[in-house]
């Protein structure tokens, strides 16, 4: 499959805790996104690398989330301090340079 | 402020038939619009995109109509079948070489009766 990947695909943590998550984007990709989208809303950005570089940032990424993609691939999302409100689906889409973006199936959080 | 919007919930078909899936949007600076399907418990799927350089792009059963004066959005499916049964999305993106985040809609439920 050479599709966009995330792991893991579901992730239930109590609250307060920190959580983790992969992307791994379409080979040739250069752009890299991640979104976050709750039950019956549309994705909401969060962030947007091209290669290594974070070139924007959602105000809706507050301090506890950091993302990161260190060599230009794969990418890592980071919340710390999980809350309730953080329940959501996390997206990971990436593209080549002005072209469609394809999304991966997205990691499903839960904060009990 | 500027949003993309979807004007209707919820959207039921007959199998066979025709359906047209209706987007507005308010950003005037947007160039370049994508359909995405998403089915439950995935991720959205590109169905087709255009750009404002054009009114209207054709797919395989899907055509996108764009009127930049009204700025409105919609698809066409043809031949409505059970697996088109999704949740649809409009997005749009103001300028894919300088800032290429989407901004989405708020979806709309596509239902396929037999």
């Known amino acids: 499959d050479t599709g966009v990947s995330q792991n893991p695909r579901h992730k239930i943590t109590k609250r307060g805790q920190n959580v983790t998550f992969r992307c791994d984007p379409i080979s040739e990709h250069n752009r890299l996104y991640w979104y976050r989208q709750t039950l019956g809303q549309g994705p909401e950005f969060l962030t947007y690398?091209?290669?290594?570089?974070?070139?924007?940032k959602s105000r809706l990424l507050s301090d506890r989330f950091s993302a990161e993609r260190p060599k230009g691939s794969f990418s890592t999302l980071e919340i710390q301090r999980t809350e309730q409100g953080d329940s959501a689906m996390y997206l990971c889409?990436?593209?080549?340079?002005?072209?469609?973006?394809?999304f991966g199936q997205g990691t499903r959080l839960t904060v009990v | 402020g500027e949003s993309v919007g979807l004007h209707l919930p919820t959207l039921s078909v007959q199998e066979g038939d025709n359906s047209i899936i209706n987007c507005a949007y308010s950003?005037?600076?947007?160039?370049?619009f994508i359909w995405y399907k998403q089915e439950s418990g995935k991720g959205p799927q590109f169905i087709i995109d255009i750009r404002s350089n054009m009114d209207k792009r054709q797919g395989q059963r899907v055509t996108v109509l764009l009127n930049k004066t009204v700025k409105h959005l919609s698809l066409q499916i043809a031949a409505t079948q059970p697996g088109d049964s999704a949740v649809y999305f409009c997005?749009?993106?103001?300028?894919?070489?300088?800032?290429?985040?989407?901004?989405f809609g708020k979806g709309i439920t596509l239902s396929v009766r037999p």
């Open positions: 950003n005037s600076a947007s160039d370049y």
């Open positions: 889409a990436s593209s080549r340079s002005m072209s469609e973006a394809f």
């Open positions: 690398f091209q290669n290594e570089a974070q070139l924007e």
């Open positions: 997005a749009e993106n103001i300028s894919p070489g300088a800032n290429s985040k989407l901004t």
